[in-house]
């Protein structure tokens, strides 16, 4: 088997060290463990937080207006004083 130094944050440690007490078990079996049950879940769409949102933004908009934003912006003078 290789060994890997992994930097985790101080909550995610104390939970691995706590179940590996409480399971009798090495805290790299537990890490091993979730490592093994997130590589076996299969993503089965966005999450569902967003999904209702997919397809909503109105047709015909640029095909790269994420990259030309700030042209764009220009070009619809968006943030300057209309009133004048």
Known sequence: MKTMTVRLP???AAEIE???HRRNVSK???VRE???GFQTKEVEG???GIA???GSIE???PTDLSARK???LRVLKYGRNRHR
Do not use: Q, T, V
Request: charged content about 35%; glycine content about 4%.
């Open 34 to 36: 979730r490592l093994e």
């Open 46 to 48: 966005p999450p569902a």
């Open 28 to 30: 790299s079996d537990i």
């Open 52 to 54: 209702d949102l997919i």
């Open 18 to 20: 706590a179940e590996s």
């Open 59 to 61: 047709e015909g908009l």
């Open 10 to 12: 101080e909550p995610m």
């Open 70 to 72: 700030k042209h764009y």
